[in-house]
């Protein structure tokens, strides 16, 4: 099966400055990354996600980047603000999605 | 509030307790999922069903068992041969299976006593 891997498990910015989240996968076949965000005691949701056949996606601050060949995506915010704090997950998958472990986002005011 | 409603939100379990959380949804999703979630492990798949009267284990299904008897429904019943069931359970759908958007219920905490 599918084992997505993240990093970094924490990460901490200042607001305005830039947050970038890896992940690693394993099966050639997934074709499908999205990425969910979950603040304190909320339920995940999605922000962005992109499909095998493009390399990158925009929306606004949020960017996700794809390279098929090394198995990794990541995740770019850019100038960060305080409500971009909450812990985002990646997934990979085709049928059914594997999560990573998730990394925790503070950003400091 | 997103269409998928889990029932309860928070439950507490003797040991040796089976217990049933409830699912529904009204979105018309063909596809639904439960996930345990646990701090630092991220989301992980307990069970899946792509159509009704049908599902799938996931990664970690040992000690659980769902029923797809309706669309709207997938009820996850925890039983007592699931060593470790104190946890954060989501439950989410998607429109069809695969490569789509996941909707998530708001979770039900386990906690067994």
């Known amino acids: 099966g599918e084992n997505v891997e993240q990093h970094p498990s924490t990460l901490s910015v200042q607001e305005g400055d830039s947050a970038v989240i890896k992940c690693t996968y394993s099966?050639?076949?997934?074709?499908?990354f999205p990425w969910y965000k979950q603040e304190l005691g909320k339920r995940p949701q999605l922000i962005i996600d992109?499909?095998?056949?493009?390399g990158e996606k925009k929306d606004q601050r949020i960017a996700v980047t794809l390279n098929k060949t090394a198995k990794h995506f990541s995740l770019h915010i850019t100038e960060t603000q305080p409500e971009d704090s909450a812990v985002y997950f990646c997934?990979?998958?085709?049928?059914?999605?594997?999560f990573g472990a998730g990394t925790t986002v503070t950003v400091r005011a | 509030d997103g269409g998928i409603t889990q029932s309860p939100k928070y439950l507490f379990r003797k040991e040796g307790q089976n217990v049933t959380l409830s699912c529904e949804q009204n979105l018309n999703h063909d596809a639904m999922y439960w996930y345990r979630q646990d701090p630092g492990q991220g989301l992980r798949l307990i069970y899946y069903?792509?159509?009704?009267?049908?599902?799938q284990k996931g990664d970690i299904a040992e000690g659980y068992s769902v029923s797809r008897e309706k669309k709207e429904s997938f009820p996850l019943t925890v039983t007592s041969a699931q060593k470790n069931p104190t946890a954060f359970y989501l439950c989410?759908?998607?429109?069809?299976?695969?490569?789509?958007?996941?909707?998530f219920g708001a979770g039900s905490r386990l906690t067994v006593l």
């Open positions: 997934a990979g998958g085709d049928y059914k999605l594997s």
């Open positions: 992109i499909r095998s056949n493009v």
């Open positions: 099966d050639s076949a997934s074709n499908y």
């Open positions: 069903s792509q159509i009704v009267n049908d599902f």
């Open positions: 989410a759908s998607s429109g069809v299976a695969g490569a789509n958007v996941l909707t």
